[in-house]
C-alpha cells in the first residue's frame, strides 16, 4: 500500500507515509488489547468468575425460626425471638474510629473492648450478641452510610419462655442456635425447626442484599401445643411451692390428669430442671396409694366382695416368720375393704394381696400399666417395676398389696387412678396435644385412646365410693372440698434407706384424689419426697391436693356435689 | 440529510486510504448559506459512541442513583450541539483576529492556572466548578495545543528538518502547558498530550535525533516527577509488580476490573447485568467504564475497540489526503488525541498501563471530557469538509500531493 | 443513513434491556430493605406481644389482683354455673 521512499534526504519528507507510520505503531493499541481481552475473558474466565462469585454471593446465615410451644389453650410457653448479632467485617470497614464509637454508644459497651477484639480477630469478630430490635432498628440505619460499613448483623434466636419457670421441667431447653437440647423442645424439634438450605444471596459492595426469587423462604415450623393448661400448672405449682417451703421435701411433684381423655393438665416438680419432669422420670415406692390397686383388683376379680371383712390378726400379723405387719392406728379385729383404706391398713391390704393371687394380681398391675412406659412420650419417661409374679414370695406378694417392692412413676399411678375413675378403662395418658404447621396441617396426638379395660364400671363405681369414703371419714380427710364428694388415697411409704432396711425418717409422703367423685373430672396426684419436716400423706400431701383442687373446679366451673351447705 | 456526504458511493479506483472528493469539480457555488457536507464515517463512528457510551454510563451507574445519566444526556446533547456548530462555523471562527491560536493557547494558560487556585477534589486539582459543569481546563489544551501546532507547523513546513531551530517556539509553547497540567497532578493527560505532539512534529516533518533530545529531558523529568510522589510511586510500583504470584500487589481497582472482566467471559453477562459496578469496582461509570462493557457485554465490546481503530484510520486517512498542511495536521492531531486516550483507558482498565485518571472518550462520565471529545469530532469534521471543497490547489499542497505519484 | 436506523434500533432494545436489568438489581436492593424492616418490625411486635402474655400469665393477674385489687380466690362451690354457658 505504501511504497518505499527514501527518507534521509534533507528537506524531502513524506507525510503521508510517517501518518502510515504512526497509524502503524497506534494499531499496536487495539492489538494489545484485543489480545489482552481474549486472554481475560476466555483463558481466566474461570478463575475470575469463582473470585468474583467469593466476592460479590454471601452464604447468610442459617435463619431458623423456631416453632413454639403453647398450652392447650393458645397460651404461649416458649416462643423464639429474633434478635441480632452485630459482628464486624473488618474489610468493609471505612472510618474505624467513628465506627467503634457509634457502636461503643449504641451499644453501651466500652470502645476499648471493640478495639481489642479488632485488633485480636483477623477477618471478623462480634461486637454484640441478642441485640434487641430497639438497638437493632438504631444499628440498621446506619447501615447504607458510611459509619455502618463493615457492620454484619445477623439474626439471632433467643427462646423466650414468658411464664418465667411455669412448665419449664416439661418444655426443656434450646440453645442460641435453636436446637432443642431437652424435653418438649429436643423431642418435637424437627418439626419445631424448618429445614434450612444456605441461601446464597448476592451483595452490593457496601453489603446489602439484593433479593433474589431464590432466596424465597420456605418455612414450614410447626408449633406444638402441650395438653398442659397454664392456669392449672400455675395452680399446682403455686401449691407445689407453699408445700415445698412448708415441709421442706427433698423433691415435689404435682400431676393433674382428666382422666376422661387422659390429657395431662399439669406437670409441677420441684426442684425444676428443664427437660426433666419427674413426674414422667421419678419412680418410687408407692405405699398406701397402692392399696386401693389391690383392693380394686380384688373386687374386680372377684376374690372379694365389696363388703368382705378381713381379719386383723390381732394388729401384729407374721407373714412368715421374722416378717411382722403391725397396724397401729386402730384397735378393731376386723375391717372392711373400706376401713382398709380409710385407715390405711397394711395387714389388710396385705390379707387382700395374698387372697387375690400372685397372678392375679400381677395381672392387674400390668394391667393397669405398671412395670412399662406409658408412651405419653416424653423424653427419659421411666418403666417402673414390677418383678415377675413367679419369682414372688409370700412376703413379697404381701407387701405389694400396701406398695411395696414395686416401683411405679408418678404418671403410671395418676393413669391407673384415672381408670378407677373414668369406669375401669386405661386411658393413654397425653402430654402433647396437636402440632400445627405453619402451612396450616393440623396433626392432632391428643385424641383420647382407650388402651384397655381394666376393671368394670361397677368396680370402678364401688371403688369410686370406697375412696369417697377415705376423705370423709379416713386419713383423707384434710383434702375434703366444700360442697364436693372426693374420692382419693393417702400414702405415707418408707423409703429404702442405703443400708436396705426401710428407715423411718426417710419417706415419701403421697396422695392421689380425684373429684367429683361420683364423675371425676379431674385426678391429681401429689407426692412429697422425704420431707424435712415429719409429715404423712394425711398432713403433708392431702392439703395440697385441695389446694389444687379447688381452684380448678372454680375455673372449670364443676357443678357442686351438695348445694345445701351452709 | 444532506449534511453527510455519501462518499461511500464513489467506485473503487486505486488502493488509498481514504477516498476522496478532491479531484471532482465541485458543484457551481449557489446562493446563501450551505450546509458543509460532513464526513459520514466520522459521524456515524461519532453518533454511534456517543449512544453506545450512554447506555453504558446508563448501565454503569443507575444502580446507584440515575441523576449521572441524567447529566450524561444533557452533556452529550450539548457536546453534539457544539460539535455541529463547529462542524459548520470552526474555520471562519478560526478566522477572527481574537482566536489567533496564540490567544487561545494564552486563554488555556489563563484556565490551567486558575484551576491551581481552587479546591482540591480527591488530592488533586483539575476543575473549575462552574456549578452546572465542571471545567477540566486539561481537556480544552488539548485542543488548542493542536491548533496551535498545526498553525505554526502550517508557516515553517518542510524547514523543520533542516533547522532545528524552528523547534523552539513549539517546545516552548508545549512545555509550558504540559508543565502547567502536570502541577495538577495530572501525569497521564501531559504523557498523552506530549505524545500527540511528538506525533504531530514528527509527521510535520522534524527529525528524530531533534526530537529525541526534548523527548529524553522530559523523560528524566517525568522519572523524576514520578518518584517526587508517593502515591504515584505506589501505583507504578503496582504496577510493575503485576502478574504471576504477586497478584495482591496490584491495586485494588485493578483488581476489580481483572474480576470484572475476567467473570464476563466471552458472551458477557447481558447488558445491565454487570455485578462488579455494584459498588465494587470503583469509578465505574468514568475511568473504568470499559471494565464494565467488558463484563456485560464480553468480547463483543471489541466492536468499540474496533471501532476506535477504525476512527483512527479514518482520521489518519483524511489527514494524509488534506490539501493544507494545518488542515492536515489538525485532523491527524485531533484524531490522534481521541484515539490514544481511549487505548490508553482500555489498556489500563485490562492491566496493560497503569492506572491514570484518562476518561474513555465519548464514553466515561463527565462534562469537560464529554463535551470536549465532541467538540473534537466537530473541528475534525469541519476541517475535512473544508478540506474537500477546497480545490484552488495551493503550492506547497500539490508539492506534496503530487510526491507520492 | 440505513445504518444510522440500525444504529437507533439498537439503542433502544439495549436501554430497554439494561433498565430491566437495573430495575431487577434495585429492586431487589428495595424488597431485602423492606424485609429487614418487616423482620424487625415482626420482632418488635412479638417482643410486645410477649410482654402482654407475660403480663396475663396466671401468676402475674393472681398477684395483682390479690395485692393491688384486694380480691380473693372464689371456692368453686361459689361458683354458679349458669345452664347452658359452659
Redesign the interface.
Known sequence: ?I?R?PFSA??V????K???W??GV??L??A???G???Y???F??E???S???R??YNYLAEDRVRGGIYDVNGRSLAESVRTHSCGIVKRYVKDKDATFTFLAETLNIPKKQIADKWNQSKNFFFVAKRIKPDVYMQLAQVRRQDLGQGMELTPEYERIHPFGQSALDILGAANSKNVGLSGIEQMYNDPMTQDVSKKRA?R???GEI?YDRSLKEKINVANVYLTIDSTAQFYAERALNNAVEKLKPQRAIALVQNPNTGHILAAASYPVKDGQSLAFQFTYEPGSTFKSIAVATAIDSGTLPPNASVYMEGRNWEVTKGFVIHDKQHQKDYLTLAEILQLSSNIGAGKVALEIGAKTLFSYFKAFGFGGKTDVNFNGESKGSIPPYNTWTKVDLVTKGYGYGVSVTPIQLITAYSAIANGGILMQPHLVDRIVYTNGKVEKLSKPVKIRRVISAQTSQTMRELLQTVVEVGSGKRAQIKGYNVAGKTGTAEKLSQEGGYGKRSHVVSFVGMVPATKPEFVILVILDNPEVYAFGSTGAAPVFKEIAEPLLAMQGVAPDQTDFE | ?SLFSANTKNPRRR?V?ARSTAFRPSRPRQEGWQPLKLDSTLA?IS??FV??G??FT??AS??ETSAYVKRQVVFDLVGIGAALFLSQTFTRILQFKIFRPMNLMYLTWVLLIIVLFTRTQAHTHRWIDLGFIKLQPSEIAKVTLVIYLADYLEKTA??L??NWQLLIPPMGVGGITLFLILLEKDLGTPLLMGGVFF?ML????ARLLHLGVPVLVAGLGGVIALLAEPYRRARVLSFLHMGGSAEETISYQVRQS?????????LGK????S??K???LPAAHTDFIFSVM?EEA??F??IV??G??WL??RG?AL??IAKT?FN?LVI?GLT?TI??QA??N??MA???LPTKGIALPFFSYGGSSVVMTLVMMGIVLNVVAVDHTQNNLRSDVTH?KN??K | ?K??GW??IF?VF??I??????GI??SGRVISQLQNEVAIKEARNQYEELEISRLSSPQEVTQFAEQNLGMVEVKPHQVIVLEGTK
Open positions: 500500500m511504497r521512499t534533507p528537506g519528507f513524506n507525510v503521508k510517517r501518518m502510515s504512526v497509524l497506534m494499531f493499541a487495539p494489545l488489547i484485543t489482552k481481552l481474549f481475560l475473558q476466555l481466566r474466565h478463575e475470575y468468575s473470585k468474583a462469585e466476592a460479590i448476592k452490593s459492595g457496601r439484593i | 440529510m488502493p486510504l456515524f453518533l454511534a449512544l453506545i450512554l447506555l446508563y448501565s443507575a444502580f518542510g524547514k528538518a533542516k506525533c514528527f509527521v510535520a516533518g481483572f474480576m470484572a472482566v475476567g467473570s464476563g467471559g466471552w447481558g447488558l445491565g447485568n455485578e462488579l455494584m459498588q465494587y467488558c464480553g468480547l465490546v471489541l475497540v474496533f476506535f481503530a483512527l484510520y489518519i489527514a494524509r498542511t492536515s491527524f490522534l484515539c490514544s487505548f490508553f482500555m489498556a485490562i492491566g496493560l506534496y510526491r507520492n | 443513513m445504518y444510522v444504529l437507533l439503542f439495549a436501554f434491556m439494561i433498565s430491566i436489568h437495573i438489581a434495585r
